[in-house]
């Protein structure tokens, strides 16, 4: 019997895409579809074994497909709890992301800066470098739009004021883009089609497309893809971002994940203190200061009472 293997030995490669078990993988030398060697299948399980944006070593296979044989470790990931009866799942939303880029629009629909704070929240928690993208600058005047988002970048979150209508800030956006793997998350509404389109045509209708499929199929089937940028680079659009909870998120370790609040805990006078009511508390004494800012307060005390 004629063995199926290449004479290629492994190939590295990126896992850009998957479903229902089968992973397209992007090579040097073009795409593979793939599946999980047997081997990588078996013992207990605690999490997704490959997910979009592992690197994979695959032997190619002579009727064009190919087996992952190895997955590489994983820099970081944004993962997902998954409740099941017999303990707690990882659910790998994308792995080894350089950045997070969360849009919201400036206007229509108004900005939701506690969802930010959420998602800002679930980067701190995942080691992720984020960036906020306020989205329709043509709506509002910019003192207006830096009245919402300009305390961000104090907090080392850069702020982009982009209106893909217009074409202001496109081009910071596509050099933020180019070269790295970015998870893309925001509301609904606030035109991140738009501004992919305008970064690179047709690439928004395509995220929308896959986006479109995954909601009428999601008792089903489950897609994840990584959308290639012309100047080198991907995007991931993870609308799931959305529904992540704080899964393992402590609400007395939540402070550490405000980067203006860290540093006071220690002044504060209770080592329990939660910062609500407390007598002597530093972190509401730098709210009445000026230096933390109470809306970012206010959604601190929000996601620490497991409010949305």
């Given amino acids: ?32 579809t793939c599946q999980l060697r047997g081997r990588l299948k078996q013992g207990p399980r605690l999490g997704d074994i490959a997910a979009v944006g592992d ?35 990882q659910q790998i939303i994308l792995s080894n992301p350089d950045q997070a880029v969360f849009v919201f629009a400036c206007a229509n629909p108004s900005p939701h800066t506690r969802m930010l704070d959420r998602f800002l929240v679930i980067a701190e928690k995942q080691g992720l470098p984020a960036i906020v993208v306020a989205n329709k600058l043509d709506l509002v005047d910019r003192e207006e739009a830096e009245a919402t988002f300009g305390y961000y970048p104090a907090l080392g979150y850069p702020v982009l004021y982009i209106s893909a209508k217009t074409g202001e800030g496109i081009e910071l956006l596509r050099a933020r883009l180019t070269g790295k793997v970015s998870a893309l998350a925001g509301p609904s509404g606030v035109g991140k089609s738009s501004l992919l389109n305008a970064i690179q045509p047709g690439l928004g209708l395509a995220v929308r497309e896959v986006g479109e499929a995954t909601d009428r199929g999601r008792h089903t089937t489950n ?17 799931g971002l959305r529904t992540l909870a704080l899964w393992d998120t402590e609400p007395e370790e939540l402070d ?39 809306e970012r307060y206010d959604s601190y005390l929000r996601l620490r009472a497991g409010e949305e």
């Fill in 55 to 89: 690197r994979v070593q695959v032997t190619p296979l002579t009727d064009g497909t190919g087996m992952i044989e190895s997955i590489e470790p994983r820099a970081r990931s944004l993962v997902r709890l998954d409740p099941r009866p017999k303990g707690v799942y």
């Fill in 1 to 32: 019997m004629r063995s199926t293997y290449s004479a290629k030995g492994l190939v590295p490669g990126l896992i850009v895409r998957a479903q229902s078990g089968f992973f397209t993988v992007q090579t040097e030398s073009g795409s593979l």
């Fill in 256 to 294: 550490g994940y405000f980067p203006e609040i860290a540093p006071l805990v220690a002044q504060c006078a209770f080592s329990d203190c939660t910062h609500s009511h407390e007598p002597d508390c530093a972190v509401r004494a730098a709210v009445e200061a000026g230096s933390v800012q109470p």
């Fill in 223 to 239: 897609v994840r893809q990584l959308f290639p940028l012309d100047g080198g680079g991907y995007v991931a659009d993870t609308p």
